[in-house]
Structure formats: C-alpha cells, structure tokens
C-alpha cells in the first residue's frame, strides 16, 4: 500500500514562531488531506490539496504531486494550534475516487506561551 | 449545519463483552467510513459504505467486528467478545461520492477494554 511520512514527529515552540511540517507519500495520489486532531480527539479539516498552493487565515498548505510531497505552513502560532497535524491521501488507483485515506504518523505540535 | 456525530463518546467494558458503536453521517452524504485510532498513530480504515453497500473491509477487521448500515444512513460497528487490544479511538467518516470529495470526521468513541 501507500506509505506516509510526516517530519518533524515533535515541534516545540514559542508562540508567534512561524513552522513548516512535511509530508511525503510513495505513490500518486488522487486525495490529500491535513487534519488538526485537538486534544479530544476530534479531527478537523484543515484543507483538501491534492496538488497546488491554499491559504486560510495563518495557514497555508502546498502540494507538489509531481514529487510527492506537500507541506503545511504555520504563521504567528498560537497555543490554540498545538496537537497533532495529520496528512492523510487516497492512492491514485481508484475508479470511484474517494475510498480509504491513508494517515501518516503526524507531526505533534506544542506552542509555549 | 450538523456534523458526522458519534454515540457513545467513551465506553469502558469488560474483556469478553460485546460493544456497539454508532454513527450519523452528514445527512447528504452517501459514504460512511470507520477507522481506528491507537496511541500515538494516525488513523487506519476498518471499512466503508456506499449507502448501504459495504464496499471494502480491512483485514483489520477481524471475524469479531461486523458493521452494518441498513438503511444508507447511520451505521453501526459492534465488536464481539472484546480483547485488551481492541482498545482505541473509533472514528466514523463521511463523505459525498466522487474522486475529490472531503471526508468529514466525527468526534470518536473512545474504548478502554479492562
């Protein structure tokens, strides 16, 4: 199957830092995916970016399909954005589109004050 | 706008006893799909429905989990003769069919299994 990496595993920082986190997938993919999970547990949509660049607010997100890999960027952190960020991808095999994601390890975050 | 919700949110029960978990997907959408959650590991796909068509299960899902969707809308994941190992988030996903949908996640039921 399709494999996933997300680096760094941990990022510590100051609030108000800016970071980058990575991720690197094995195969053409039709969907890609980043999540923020927070602290209970629930997963929340950062952006859908199978390829090309999107801005929300602090957040922007790149995908170079061609390479295989994409990249989260963070500006002016805040402690709100600590936990864990997650890349997930659909294979680029499927006929229907849309079938199983495969998560990476994801990328724990921890804004200090 | 009401989101992919999930019942109950914790369970805690004994090695042996049978659990069942339900999810209601965001009413429009016509996949469901179920995934488990451990310890410091991304989620993994258990399986997933197109209405009430079940189209693909993991082998991760041993002959003791069975999920259902009877009615192409909510559906349920029950767990038979529960292990120590099964403990995990179960996380519940919906989305609209087609190759570049968003799946949308719902909170999780957590399982401690003693």
């Known amino acids: 199957g399709i494999q996933v990496e997300q680096s760094p595993p941990d990022l510590i920082l100051q609030e108000g830092a800016n970071s980058t986190l990575r991720c690197n997938f094995s195969?053409?993919?039709?969907?890609l995916q980043w999540f923020h999970q927070n602290p209970w547990g629930q997963l929340i949509n950062l952006f859908y970016?199978?390829?090309g660049t999107k801005q929300n607010g602090r957040l922007s997100a790149t995908t170079v399909a061609t390479e295989r890999y994409s990249l989260l960027y963070i500006s002016s952190s805040q402690t709100t954005d600590s936990g864990v960020y997650f890349c997930a991808v659909e294979r680029g095999i499927s006929n229907f589109g849309n079938e199983k994601l495969t998560f990476g390890t994801g990328t724990r975050l921890t804004i200090i004050p | 706008d009401t989101g992919v919700s999930q019942d109950p949110r914790h369970k805690i029960t004994k090695r042996g006893q049978n659990v069942t978990f339900r999810c209601d997907p965001i009413s429009e959408h016509n996949r469901l799909y179920w995934y488990r959650q451990t310890l410091g590991q991304g989620p993994e796909f258990l399986t997933y429905f197109q209405n009430e068509a079940q189209l693909e299960k993991s082998r991760l899902l041993s002959d003791r989990f069975s999920a259902e969707r009877p009615k192409g809308s909510f559906s349920t994941l029950e767990i038979q003769r529960t292990e120590q190992g099964d403990s995990a988030m179960y996380l519940c996903a919906s989305s609209l069919t087609g190759a570049r949908e968003t799946q949308y996640f719902g909170p999780g039921t957590r399982l401690l299994v003693l």
């Open positions: 970016i199978p390829s």
């Open positions: 195969d053409s993919v039709n969907n």
